[in-house]
């Protein structure tokens, strides 16, 4: 599992109107442990790095979507379930990129993983067994939101692209839904050729930017408990 960049903040109040912040990347950080030491406002803030820093390198409407965050001690129980959600999802599918980005899950699942037939929005044999191998994580995490977004590379037309990337997002929505998860928990978003995170010029590149990606987070549940599991 990819490392999450953790950010953690020191606030300094001085009397007065004047507010410091400091803000610095930690590799290797515990989530639950950022979590529990930041406060609110801190989380705010970090929030926004978070959110700008996945969308400087891809995707800026997943990063906005990952980029929230609760903060302090309610944040650290989110944290804590992402930190597990997370574990279980490379356990059961091994090869995913799974990368923990704030209180939320970034998942890609590239065209080995998801695979559909050329031209097409109808899942493969591969591509569904794959995705059943991640329903009964989904299952055990009812109290999250997952935002899919589906990707194509540049060959053919940008509108046809854009096309294609919004029903293959929305046919790996219906097929989980189809498994018993609550379709209201998802939402999707085509991208088409946008975002590319490898190179068009080569037919492996290519193969990399036929991709889906999830940003799993809390839902409204799960922030309540939080909140009232931290006395907040």
């Known amino acids: 599992m ?14 007065g109107t004047t507010l410091f912040t400091s803000c610095k990347s930690v590799q290797n950080a515990n989530n639950t442990q950022k979590g529990a ?13 978070i959110g700008n820093n996945v969308g400087n390198k891809k995707n800026s409407e997943l990063g906005a979507v990952l980029g929230g965050v609760i903060g302090g001690v309610a944040g650290g129980v989110i944290g804590n379930q992402m930190d597990k959600q997370a574990r ?8 995913a990129e799974v990368e923990r980005v704030g209180e939320g899950i970034k998942l890609t699942l590239g065209e080995n993983a998801v695979r559909f037939d050329t031209n097409k929005a109808s899942l493969t044999s591969t591509a569904k067994a794959n995705l059943d191998k991640l329903v009964p994580v989904f299952k055990d995490y009812q109290n999250t939101n997952i935002v899919i977004y589906g990707y194509t590379d540049i060959t053919g037309s940008v509108e046809y692209n854009q096309t294609l990337s919004e029903k293959r997002a929305n046919s790996v929505k219906n097929y989980l839904a ?11 978003k085509g991208l088409g050729v946008k ?3 490898a190179t068009n010029e080569t037919v492996e590149g290519r193969s990399k930017n036929r991709r889906v ?20």
């Open 2 to 15: 990819k490392k999450a960049i953790i950010y953690s903040v020191s606030i300094l109040f001085l009397t």
């Open 37 to 49: 030491v930041i406060g609110t406002a801190a989380g705010a803030v970090i929030g926004a790095v």
């Open 88 to 95: 279980e999802i490379e356990e059961a599918l091994p090869g």
């Open 178 to 188: 189809s498994k018993g998860l609550e379709n209201g928990r998802f939402k999707t």
């Open 195 to 197: 975002d590319p995170i």
């Open 213 to 232: 990606e999830f940003a799993i987070v809390a839902n409204e549940k799960m922030i309540q408990e939080a909140k009232k599991e931290a006395g907040q």
